[in-house]
């Protein structure tokens, strides 16, 4: 179950690709040995790796992925139950404002990625959203066709 537009857009695109993806119900809490873990939005799987995907989106390109404590720890823990194929992954989708067209589907969206290995080796402690939140570096960010080859052909 997906709640925001560009979750909503990013599994249209996997669709569009013809990348097996599932939604995960996001409203609940899973509960594993005890710690109380947030749910990823995607499972993604191409014949090599199972990806966990954590969709984060802007209007516009901040340059970076925004991450509470909770999403770091969260997919860290859920690529661990998952096994040494499965990939935790942060997705960044934006669309510049001057780029909006009616036919939201044919846009051609900027996406990059970072596994939560790498955005938890690099993070830097912000505040904002009310509270703490972490950022990494843009230049950590990777196409989303590193990940997914189909990709390519749709995203700028």
């Not at 996997?14 to 996001?26: A, D, E």
């Not at 790796?49 to 901040?62: N, P």
């Not at 969260?74 to 997705?91: C, N, P, Q, W």
């Not at 990625?113 to 955005?119: L, Q």
Request: aromatic letters at 16%; a positive charge; glycine letters at 6%.
């Amino acid at each position: 179950m997906t709640v925001s537009y560009f979750e909503y857009i990013f599994y249209s695109l996997c669709l569009k690709n013809g990348i097996p993806i599932f939604s995960v119900r996001q409203d609940a809490k899973q509960d594993i040995r005890g710690i109380k873990v947030k749910n990823f939005d995607f499972i993604c799987h191409t014949k090599s790796k199972v990806y966990l995907i954590d969709v984060k989106g802007s209007a516009k390109l901040a340059g970076d992925v925004k991450a509470t404590k909770g999403d770091i720890n969260s997919m860290k823990t859920l690529k661990k139950l998952y096994g040494r194929k499965a990939e935790a992954l942060f997705v960044f989708l934006w669309l510049e404002d001057s780029q909006l067209q009616k036919d939201t589907f044919n846009q051609k969206f900027k996406i990059k990625a970072i596994d939560v290995d790498t955005f938890d080796k690099f993070k830097k402690l912000q505040k904002g959203w009310g509270g703490v939140f972490y950022r990494c570096p843009p230049k950590k960010l990777k196409n989303i066709w590193d990940f997914f080859p189909e990709f390519k052909k749709l995203i700028k």
